[in-house]
Nanobody, 123 residues
Framework: EVQLQASGGGSVQPGGSLRLSCAAS????????ITWFRQVSGKEREAVST?????????YYIDSVRGRFTISRDNAKNMVYLQMTSLKPEDTAVYFC???????????????WGQGTQVTVSS
């Protein structure tokens, strides 16, 4: 059974930080492209950050988070992380990790999905 689990969300003030984690069972994350998506109520799911295969995988960020968010892997732990700093209210969303075979911004390209974790940034 393949399982992905996203965790690490919470409520923070603007300017705060959170680290999201994506843990996997039943698949090796190092063999997959991993993308963090986020979804705001009533809006389409949006690709936030992507990391390619292996420890030297290419990374990609949506313009609004570049310089504030960092995606990384720890293959020994079969984990992927999204370190989020300088958080803004517009970052508020449910965040999902997804695994697939190709780099893409489209959710349909990803085969495996974790549960969402809520990130709320407000005063």
């Amino acid at each position: 059974e393949v399982q992905l689990q996203a965790s690490g969300g919470g409520s923070v003030q603007p300017g705060g930080s959170l680290r999201l984690s994506c843990a996997a069972s039943g698949l090796t994350l190092g063999r997959y492209v991993i993308t963090w998506f986020r979804q705001v109520s009533g809006k389409e799911r949006e690709a936030v950050s992507t990391i390619g295969f292996g420890p030297d995988g290419q990374t990609y960020y949506i313009d609004s988070v570049r310089g504030r968010f960092t995606i990384s892997r720890d293959n020994a732990k079969n984990m992927v992380y999204l370190q989020m700093t300088s958080l803004k209210p517009e970052d508020t969303a449910v965040y999902f990790c997804a695994a697939g075979g190709q780099i893409s911004t489209y959710p349909i390209a990803y085969d495996y999905w974790g549960q969402g974790t809520q990130v709320t940034v407000s005063s």
